[in-house]
């Protein structure tokens, strides 16, 4: 809602635990392939929650003065039975999609294509079919990789992230990951970490990773941006060696 007394809705985020097929080493979303067997109650609540119904409650309290896409995020929408019920009740708006790109869905292209402010974001966190499925727990890189192209040949403005961790911070992972990203042109590459882990006491490799990609992608002229999530001062380390001050882009 918004601040200082504000009625209307400036931002919003949807992210029910719905199902995933993948089980990604960093995911703590209750519906991801690992944990949805422990979680099924809260995934069944999530497939319960009539999203369209809920815009048109918004809409008819005209509560919404929207500052920025509406956030589809949690589980993976792709698979969902109701998936165009939920992307038609969204579709008057720009939204940021958060999708695995496992399967290619038409209607998202369409969405993601507009130039409306609407886009999608979508980690793949490897440059080798190997890293991949170890990373993400399924033997899908090379669809992954052809759908994104399929989104970018067709017009989608693309945000593509890439989590550090152990398994994949070595160059031949970086040096696949980014030559993909040369291909496809995307809005920003978001170099993150692992939320889940120690952020003071990370393998110093990793670190070397962020720099390494850093460096790599101001050489290839893609823009990126490095999220805040490596410590204060393994981020001063990074901020020093890539001789910038401020916010990292």
Do not use: W
């Amino acid at each position: 809602m918004g601040g200082g007394g504000s009625s209307k809705i400036h931002v919003l985020a949807i992210s029910p635990s719905y199902p995933c097929q993948l089980s990604c080493k960093y995911c703590a979303v209750p519906g991801n392939a690992r944990e949805i067997e422990k979680n099924r109650e809260a995934v069944c609540q999530a497939k319960k929650l009539d999203i369209a119904q809920m815009m048109r409650v918004l809409e008819e309290k005209d509560v919404l003065d929207l500052k920025e896409p509406i956030q589809l995020s949690a589980g993976e929408i792709t698979i969902l039975s109701n998936k165009k019920e939920i992307l038609d009740s969204l579709s008057k708006y720009p939204v940021q999609v958060f999708s695995n790109c496992v399967l290619y869905d038409a209607q998202i292209s369409e969405m993601i294509s507009r130039k409306d402010g609407s886009f999608l974001n979508v980690s793949v966190d490897a440059g080798t079919r190997e890293t991949y499925r170890e990373v993400k727990g399924l033997d899908a890189y090379d669809r992954v990789l052809s759908h994104i192209r399929r989104y970018a040949q067709e017009g989608a403005v693309i945000e593509i992230k890439y989590i550090l961790m152990p398994e994949n911070c070595d160059r031949e992972n970086i040096d696949g990951f980014l030559a993909f990203c040369k291909e496809i042109s995307p809005r920003a590459l978001m170099i993150s970490g692992d939320l889940n882990v120690d952020h003071t006491n990370l393998p110093a490799k990793i670190i070397d990773g962020v720099i390494y990609m850093a460096r790599q992608a101001e050489r290839y002229g893609i823009p990126y941006r490095i999220m805040p999530y490596f410590g204060d001062k393994n981020m001063e380390r990074i901020q020093e060696e890539l001789n910038v001050t401020g916010e990292i882009k």
